[in-house]
């Protein structure tokens, strides 16, 4: 202690230390909490899970005319595809080998790129929204009234949407993949002039069945990682409208962070040194 009190740099970064280190587990054991009441969020709020289910798919008010979720996750999929039969065919073509572009498309669009852009177009429209809905919510003590009135908030404002977030990944994440395999194969046959065969016999030898169901598993649990951290900053919001803008800014770089390190030890996990790989075809 006396040593603390004779230099004050050492003091405060000593108590801020210990103040994320508190917040860390503060977020864990509200984390925990969540998924416990999944199941009371199963029996007794099917029917706030439905409603969930239709806002974070097709979207509420201005995001609706566009289609939602849906619509933002392909069209970011789209760009990704387009980015790898360029990229892809140009530089593989710097060698001669650009008849493997195909190859490209069913190795790096599965494993790395599409869900990573799905976990980030997630992180950017549900999880934001889901801050910012439960943070209106905090600071009008909508969420002390019910409470009040004996309702379970965590199970029906938290786990009610990593529910339905898990529920909508799923099918959004197909979109993302169609929309990711057209784009590159449009973008090398169409643009560029190579043959559809080529394009085609390259991308269906290397597309794994296994890697396919790797990748479904990885957006799964980023669904979950997004929507835990999302309902956590909502949930604890305070300090009025400008409270809930940074904890909307604060949830979201978050998730990123989180998205990224999950990505990177999913991976590694799956694939380790060796990557599942044989050049063949």
Do not use: K
Not at 56 to 75: D, E, H, K, Q, Y
Not at 142 to 169: C, H, Q
């Amino acid at each position: 202690m006396t040593l603390l009190a004779n230099h004050p740099g050492l003091s405060n970064a000593t108590h801020g230390l210990v103040r994320g280190w508190n917040r860390v587990g503060t977020q864990i054991a509200f984390n925990a909490r969540s998924v416990r009441e999944i199941g009371t969020a199963l029996v007794h709020y099917r029917t706030e899970i439905l409603r969930l289910i239709a806002q974070m798919s097709l979207g509420t008010g201005a995001l609706a005319l566009i289609g939602g979720t849906v619509v933002v996750v392909g069209f970011l999929t789209l760009a990704t595809g387009a980015v790898i039969a360029v990229q892809g065919y140009n530089e593989l073509a710097g060698i001669g080998v650009e008849a493997m572009t195909g190859f490209i498309s069913a190795y790096v669009n599965v494993r790395i790129i599409s869900p990573a852009v799905a976990g980030i177009g997630l992180a950017a429209t549900i999880g934001a929204g889901a801050t910012a809905q439960l943070g209106a919510m905090r600071i009008a003590d909508e969420i002390d009234a019910l409470e009040v009135m004996a309702v379970r908030s965590v199970a029906y404002l938290v786990s009610t949407r990593v529910v339905a977030g898990v529920v909508v990944v799923i099918p959004l994440y197909c979109v993302a993949m169609v929309c990711a395999f057209l784009a590159a194969r449009i973008g090398t046959t169409g643009f560029y002039g190579q043959s559809t065969g080529i394009y085609d016999h390259y991308f269906n030898t290397f597309l794994n069945s296994t890697d396919l169901l790797w990748s479904f598993f990885t957006v799964v649990l980023m669904g979950i990682a997004v929507m835990l951290v999302h309902t956590y900053y909502g949930y604890t919001a305070s300090g009025g409208p400008a409270g809930v803008g940074e904890a909307v800014g604060r949830s979201v770089r978050t998730s990123l962070i989180v998205l990224t390190l999950l990505l990177l030890a999913v991976a590694m996990s799956i694939y380790g040194q060796f990557g599942n790989f044989h050049l063949s075809g």
